[in-house]
């Protein structure tokens, strides 16, 4: 069974920098892209940011380029977001998902951990 | 970017009943590269259909999928208890990958 366990959520000032990481079991990891994708409080969902399975490709949705950046360890089974600049739009969950034949779509996904951007 | 749009925005249902829910794209979705999620309250969406009919793994039979080009559909033959959530599209035919703004099924 996949299971995706992310962290490093947590309140930090506008402009400020924040880390997430996503840790996977259950699945031989290098093989999959991920993603993150959010979901600002009360609302719907929004891709922010895919990364290829060797890690050679990543891609951005516009308000994530050139503030936040996505990489991995495949030796550790570990996902990340570095995000930078933050806003108090940046304001969501956070969810760490699995793309199911490297298509953009999702069949795993964690928990979510929050992001809260305020002063 | 393919903006998705869902109808209608609450769909109030009782147990047993058929649902139909509709997800509409300001432009043609690639492949049928459409897929459909589940999300209930505190918990992560679940992967329901992709392909627009194809159903992932573990997901039972009363949930369908539909459609092509920009017109979609998400349908629940009998609503059980378990099934009233807030149901989203994703298209993954172009990028950015985009969402609609979800359907909410209640009793």
């Known amino acids: 069974e996949v299971q995706l366990l992310e962290s490093g959520g947590g309140l930090v000032q506008p402009g400020g920098s924040l880390r997430l990481s996503c840790a996977a079991s259950?699945?031989?990891?290098?093989?999959?892209?991920m993603s993150w994708v959010r979901q600002a409080p009360g609302q719907g969902l929004e891709w922010v940011s895919t990364?290829?399975?060797?890690?050679?490709?990543?891609y951005y949705a516009d308000p994530a380029k050139g503030r936040f950046s996505i990489s991995r360890d495949n030796s550790k089974s570990t996902l990340y977001l570095q995000m930078n600049s933050l806003r108090a739009e940046d304001t969501a969950v956070y969810y760490c998902a699995k793309e199911r034949d490297s298509r953009g779509y999702w069949d795993s996904w964690g928990q979510g951990t929050l992001v809260t951007v305020s002063s | 970017e393919i903006v998705l749009t869902q109808s209608p925005g609450t769909l109030s249902l009782s147990p047993g009943e058929r649902a139909t829910l509709s997800c509409r794209a300001s432009?043609?979705?690639?492949?049928?590269?459409l897929a459909w999620y589940q999300q209930k309250p505190g918990q992560a969406p679940r992967l329901l259909i992709y392909g627009a009919s194809s159903r992932a793994t573990g997901i039972p039979d009363r949930f369908s999928g539909s459609g092509s080009g920009t017109d979609f559909t998400l349908t629940i033959s009998r609503l059980e208890p378990e099934d009233f959530a807030v149901y989203y599209c994703?298209?993954?035919?172009?990028?950015?990958?985009?969402f609609g703004q979800g359907t909410k099924v209640e009793i």
């Open positions: 432009q043609s979705v690639n492949n049928r590269y």
């Open positions: 259950g699945l031989t990891f290098s093989t999959y892209s």
């Open positions: 994703q298209q993954y035919g172009s990028t950015p990958l985009t």
């Open positions: 990364i290829s399975g060797s890690g050679g490709g990543t």
